[in-house]
């Protein structure tokens, strides 16, 4: 299986196509790399004695061993042991490794092709998993790039003033297709080795030209990477593991690029461009059931231990805000073991999760991830927002001033109140937090979006029938 090493060499190899703060850089570059340390974690699960039961599975194409990541999953104990992984592996990186969205949109694209070829008689279904045993094969990398700029938002693909504001397909060869257009919010795509493009919404048929699928090395010929890199301020004396990472999402401007038609899964099949934009929504909304526990998981501790290094620890107030964090940490856990326990297996032989539970897990999570700063903030207090730099702790002639001066509780050092701090400041109250809260809300569908997705399969009937019956009300 291909390595993180190997991983990082293809990456470098690729051209730059990367525009960050008006430079344009290659995959070499620290901003870069920082967003690669964060994929690192997946890879290194591989070869970890703690993970490799989990990251390690059977190809259910070849038989061979390939990663978790890249394989569509098969029955209900696959996907818990990507929900469990997930949220052991976002704990130990203390947010998103950012693997999970490619799978979750190969996961979408083997079953919608599938049911495009039985109903329609087209031929993606094979095409597809010729491109997912390559994709397998490597241990490549993916981005998910679904979400479209959109323009005019009340008005449909065909009716906007300029057409590029949903990705379409502008030219037919007969070798391939020539696309033109955007796809906003992709996260790690400029350290992705592809880009998989799903619809964002469904389609009529005059918006035949817009109902596109197809998978694309990130360098290829007409892609622009316009990114926006974060990450927390780098360390100088006290090194911590959540410095070392980062994240970079791009708006992807596809200026008439080429793909050839053994990468293209779907081409002008509007009516199917509804079902795979809501298949990689609920397999990724699945995925947040794993990495929002464990984002919680973090609050929870940083919670606690900052009580403790204040002195409060045991009071009343504390162990209630540690148990609200809890039951929500557990909840979107539970909805996602409920929507693997309630899958379903597809046409394809993909096992689908729950849509009503995956939404509802996801729900829970996005509205309570502002909670959740709040609960560590009023517990932290004001010291993570004004707390001198870290240079100064080991300036000598202030040194001993910030470290009498930063004490808490006896019998904690310096050294570890300084750590619990600045962590808390760089995790809750810095330019990175600020980011994160705005993906807690809206990463893989904004709350409003799983409402609207939970009552438009909601079985609303049923319960008025239900109430008819215990009033005794005949129709």
């Not at 995959?27 to 004695?49: F, H, K, L, Q, W």
């Not at 799978?103 to 079953?111: A, F, H, P």
């Not at 998993?129 to 323009?151: E, M, S």
């Not at 609050?299 to 900052?306: K, Q």
Request: charge should be neutral.
């Amino acid at each position: 299986m291909s390595s993180y090493e190997a991983y990082k060499e293809r990456l470098l190899k690729m051209k730059p196509n990367i525009y960050v703060g008006g430079e344009k850089i290659g995959r070499n570059d620290p901003r870069v790399e920082a967003g690669m340390n964060m994929i690192r974690v997946s890879y290194d699960a591989e070869t970890d004695p703690q993970f490799k039961d989990k990251a390690i599975v059977k190809s259910s194409l070849t038989g061979k061993n390939i990663s978790l990541y890249t394989h569509v999953p098969q029955n209900t104990e696959d996907l818990l042991k990507r929900q469990k992984l997930t949220r052991d592996l976002c704990g130990l990186c203390g947010g998103c490794f950012q693997r999970c969205m490619a799978n979750d949109t190969i996961s979408g694209i083997s079953i919608a092709t599938k049911e495009m070829d039985d109903d329609l008689g087209t031929e993606y279904h094979q095409r597809f998993f010729n491109y997912l045993k390559y994709y397998q094969k490597n241990n490549l990398c993916g981005n998910a790039g679904q979400t479209d700029i959109k323009g005019d938002r009340s008005k449909r693909p065909h009716e906007q003033v300029d057409p590029d504001l949903y990705l379409r397909v502008v030219e037919k060869r007969k070798d391939g297709i020539v696309v033109c257009g955007s796809k906003a919010h992709n996260t790690i795509a400029p350290y992705a080795d592809e880009i998989i493009v799903v619809p964002t919404r469904a389609m009529t048929k005059d918006d035949a030209d817009w109902a596109v699928s197809f998978a694309i090395p990130s360098d290829a010929e007409g892609i622009s990477l316009i990114a926006r890199a974060s990450q927390p301020r780098a360390r100088t004396h006290i090194k911590a593991p959540f410095n070392e990472r980062g994240v970079m999402d791009s708006l992807t401007v596809f200026d008439n690029v080429f793909v050839p038609w053994e990468r293209v899964f779907m081409c002008g099949e509007w009516q199917y461009a509804g079902r795979l934009a809501l298949l990689f929504a609920n397999y990724h909304r699945f995925s947040y059931c794993g990495c929002k526990p464990a984002m919680t998981d973090v609050f929870i501790g940083a919670t606690a231990m900052v009580a403790e290094y204040n002195g409060v620890g045991n009071a009343p107030h504390i162990k209630d805000d540690l148990a609200k964090l809890m039951v929500t940490a557990e909840l979107v856990y539970a909805a996602g073991i409920a929507a693997a326990v309630t899958g379903k297996k597809s046409s394809s032989g993909t096992f689908e999760p729950n849509f009503m539970y995956s939404n509802a897990g996801r729900y829970h999570a996005g509205v309570n991830i502002f909670h959740e700063y709040d609960i560590l903030s009023a517990t932290a207090g004001g010291w993570p927002a004004t707390m001198p730099y870290e240079e100064d702790f080991y300036n000598k002639d202030i040194k001993g001033f910030l470290d009498k001066y930063s004490m808490r509780k006896p019998g904690i050092s310096a050294e570890d109140q300084h750590r619990l701090f600045r962590f808390i400041s760089d995790f809750s109250c810095s330019a990175w937090s600020g980011v994160w809260q705005y993906a807690g809300v809206h990463g893989g569908g904004s709350p409003i979006m799983e409402m609207i997705g939970i009552r438009s399969n909601y079985d609303l009937k049923a319960k008025k029938d239900l109430v008819k019956h215990l009033a005794g009300i005949k129709d």
